[in-house]
């Protein structure tokens, strides 16, 4: 759950959010929603989780949508799209991984 505390350490601007929103991505479950709002905050955006429509309520295990306003939803896809690697990033990763368990 969402603490007022835990928010303004991350940064979030705690007034309301004005004008239409946009779901900027959907996640899993509450703790991805809290990273990718953690992340939104770091980049000065503004960001609100929403169960997401037509799901059974599964408490911290439902899917979310995260909201932001339209003005900032460019912003927020490059933020997140830049903090999600690339397939050639994860091949890479994973040989890298695969190298250091090899005896």
């Known amino acids: ?10 940064g979030a601007n705690l007034r309301p ?7 900027v991505t959907t996640v899993s479950n509450q703790a991805e ?4 709002c953690e992340s939104l905050a770091e980049a000065g955006i503004r960001s609100m989780p929403q169960m997401s429509g037509g799901n059974i ?3 911290a295990a439902a899917a979310l949508d995260v909201y932001v306003e ?5 912003k927020a896809l490059a ?4 903090a999600a690697p690339s397939d ?7 040989d890298e991984a ?4 090899a005896p």
């Open 57 to 59: 309520r599964l408490g």
């Open 70 to 74: 339209q003005q900032d939803f460019d």
């Open 88 to 94: 050639e990033e994860l091949a890479r990763l994973s």
């Open 17 to 23: 959010m004005n004008g239409e929103l946009k779901v």
């Open 1 to 10: 759950m969402w603490r007022r505390d835990h928010l303004e350490e991350a």
């Open 79 to 82: 933020v997140l799209n830049a």
């Open 33 to 36: 929603a809290e990273m990718v």
């Open 98 to 101: 695969g190298d250091n368990g």
